[in-house]
């Protein structure tokens, strides 16, 4: 599966921000479709994922916040990011795994990488 992530942009604290997670090859719906961020000097991070049989998982950050839902009939992931703050500036990336539900938080299970998608919060 071929991942494509898009929907970044330059907003203000407190704006909303959806991101979408585009699948090709292959059904987001035999998956587990995470999302990931990496500010700039920092590591590359857990933010959501959605499971292939529907669970959701989100790091505490963002919980509140941030909703991910998955779109079957478009074969995407959407990252909806409400209440947006300085510090969730970030290139974030999709991808894709297999790996049982409790190691989604681990990037080294992921594959797939899709190119990122800089989101910008201004104060």
């Known amino acids: 599966v071929q991942l494509q992530a898009s929907g970044g942009g330059l907003v203000q604290a407190g704006d909303s921000l959806t991101l979408s997670c585009a699948a090709s090859g292959g059904s987001v719906r035999r998956y587990t479709i995470g999302w990931f961020r990496q500010a700039p000097g920092k590591e590359r991070e857990f933010v959501a994922a959605?499971?292939?049989?529907?669970?959701?998982k989100s790091t505490d950050s963002v919980k509140g916040r941030f909703t991910i839902s998955r779109d079957s009939a478009k074969n995407t992931v959407h990252l909806q990011m409400n209440s947006l703050k300085p510090e969730d500036t970030a290139v974030y990336y999709c991808a894709a795994t297999t790996v049982v539900w409790g190691r989604v938080t681990e990037e080294n299970q992921y594959s797939n990488w899709g190119l990122g998608t800089q989101v910008t919060v201004s104060s």
């Open positions: 959605f499971g292939w049989s529907g669970n959701t």
